[in-house]
Structure formats: C-alpha cells, structure tokens
C-alpha cells in the first residue's frame, strides 16, 4: 500500500481517491449553479456567443471621428500577417467594414473569419436593476414571500396536529386513516386541478394570495414524516404530563412540539421550497398582475418569439437566495429528522 506523509499523518490512496471523489460531486451540483449565477451577469448578445465563456466579458467599444455613436474593436490579422486593431462600422454577409480608430479617413474591408473581438470583464448590473425598476419584480418577491411563509406556519400547524392525532392517540381505524392519507400522495395535482379552482371560485378567492395559500396548506408527506417522528417519542413522558392534569394542547404544545423540532425543520424546508418554486396552481388562481409571485413574473419574460434570457437568468438568481439561506439555517436539522422518522 502507497503511503505519504503529510504532516505527520498517513495517508492511504483511499483517502485521496475518497477525496477526489468529493470533488467531483460538489463540481457537478454547484457547477451549473455557478455557471447560472456568472451568466446572470452576461449581456444578451454574450449569452449567444459560442463557443460560451464562463466569465461575463463585454466587447470593447471606442469614439471614431465621424461616427455618432462608439464603435466595436477587434483585433484584425492582416494578409501580410500583422495584428492590427481596427473598429467595425458595419457588416455585410462575410466581410466588414472597418477603420483604423488612429486614421478614420480609411475604410478597410476584411473577412470576418480574420478579426477576433476584444473584450474586457464587464458586469451587466442592469439585468438585476431592470427588472426592479420596470417590470414590478419588488411587488412579485414580497407576494412570494407573504405566500411562502403563511403557507408554511400554517402547514407546520395543520400537519403537526393532524400527526399528533394519529401517532399518540390509539382508536380503531388509525392505520386505515393513516393508509388514506400515504394514498393521496398517488394522486397527481392535474386531476384535482379542476374540482380545487371551483371549490376556490365559489370561495371568492381567485386573484387573491389565499388562493395560492390554503389549497396546500395540508400536505400528506408532512402528516407521515410528523406522524413517524412522533412515534420516537417515549410515551411516559406524555403519561406523566396527563397525571399532572396537563390538558391535551398542553401536551401538543409544550412537550410534542419541542421535541419534534427535527422533523419540524425538515417540513419546514420542504414546505418553503414547494411554495416558493411553485407555478403551476398561481398560473391557474391569479390573473391579475399585483398579485404574482416571483415564478409567474419570470413568465413574463418568454414570450412567443423571443425569451429575454438575461432578465431571466438573473430574476432566478434572485428566487435561489432565500431558499438557500432556509437551507443553510435549517440543514444541521435534516440528517436527524429524516434519520429519526424510520426508527419506527
């Protein structure tokens, strides 16, 4: 076995296989994010180019006397095989009209295949400033986030109880109810699409935030990963809280509660990135323009001929950053919560 000392430490080739291997898999699920995130900075004609740079470069333009607005520069090789920098006035078919930015008097006609721009790094703010500023992107982010955090507390509430009910109280047709609710995770969204947008319209509800928040707010992955929690939890704990007198919210509230933190926080993260990322209901239950959440107004940009990818790209950006500060707050939480639902 090969060996190196590092340090005063032994190192096995398992070690830096093991290590490589780490980084590879981090290369492959934060490279497109990173890849995202520059991109978001790049001008629409930089998105187009190929073969694709990953940093956002910009191309060089320079004053010609003559000319009322800056012209693009490019580094031309010449036929006697000189490097020379020349500025395009315009371009027909394979050959361009350029000029000696030094001496704009003459006009110098090259093929395009012989000039390489040139570029300098160069951030396009506007593509996050824009939206901000024009197309209502602030109004859209603070729905999304109302929308969010509603949506969670009261799927936090509305599952923890109903799993309280069904993990800690013992009556006949427990495992029956509990095999009705595992069995609606089978049932796709597009089928009760239909009966759930009329039980909202009779409701009033349509182009309002409600729409989008209550449908949810009971999901059957939350009440299964409480439910399974809460069978961890030593039952003396809860006998001994009842010959206290403790009523029955006490019990949910001050003890199941607290312990069930884990699980919790994993609901938690769940229920956040479902709402955030969702679209496909707020398409359905909102038609008014105030009341989109940030996926709707992301819609907005493709339209039928043409999709403005760099306000794309950056408004997404804008949507990843709260989801990723939940996770990283609520993580250390989430190899104990799912790791604890299956001891039962």
């Excluded at 110098?108 to 506007?126: L, T």
């Excluded at 006949?172 to 319209?201: C, D, E, Q, S």
């Excluded at 199941?256 to 993260?269: C, D, E, G, Y």
Aim: one cysteine or more.
């Amino acid at each position: 076995m090969l060996t190196a000392r590092r340090g005063g430490a032994s190192w096995h080739w398992t070690d830096v296989f093991t290590y490589l291997y780490l980084a590879f898999g981090v290369c492959l699920m934060f490279g497109p994010v990173l890849w995202l995130a520059l991109s978001s900075f790049k001008t629409p004609a930089g998105l187009l180019e190929f073969p694709p740079t990953l940093l956002p470069l910009g191309q060089i333009e320079v004053e010609v006397e003559g000319h009322d607005k800056p012209l693009p520069l490019y580094e031309v090789t010449m036929e006697d095989g000189s490097v020379r920098e020349l500025a395009q006035i315009r371009r027909i078919g394979i050959i361009a009209q350029m000029v000696d930015p030094a001496d704009p008097e003459t006009s110098i006609r090259v093929p395009i295949a012989s000039r390489e721009p040139i570029r300098e790094f160069r951030v396009a703010w506007e593509n996050y400033t824009n939206p901000l500023e024009r197309f209502n992107f602030l109004t859209y982010l603070n729905n999304s986030v109302i929308v969010t955090v509603v949506a969670t507390l009261i799927t936090l509430l509305i599952n923890s109880m109903a799993a309280f009910g069904l993990a800690i109280y013992e009556f006949k047709g427990r495992n029956a109810v509990m095999l009705f609710v595992i069995g609606t995770l089978m049932i796709p969204i597009t089928i009760i699409l239909v009966p759930a947008y009329l039980v909202v319209t009779q409701l009033n509800m349509v182009n309002t935030l409600w729409a989008v928040i209550l449908p949810g707010a009971a999901t059957p992955t939350g009440v299964f990963l409480l439910r399974q929690y809460m069978l961890t939890l030593p039952r003396d704990l809860i006998e001994a809280a009842r010959m206290d007198k403790a009523s029955e919210w006490a019990i949910y509230w001050r003890i199941v509660l607290p312990l069930s933190l884990p699980a919790i926080a994993v609901l938690a993260i769940f229920s956040v990135m479902w709402r955030w990322n969702d679209f496909l209901w707020p398409l359905v239950v909102l038609n008014r323009s105030e009341v989109y959440t940030l996926q709707i107004g992301l819609n907005a940009f493709q339209g039928e001929l043409d999709v403005q990818w760099h306000y794309v790209l950056a408004m997404t950006v804008v949507t990843l950053i709260p989801v990723a500060l939940v996770f990283a707050f609520l993580q250390r939480f989430i190899t104990t919560g799912i790791a604890s639902t299956g001891m039962k």
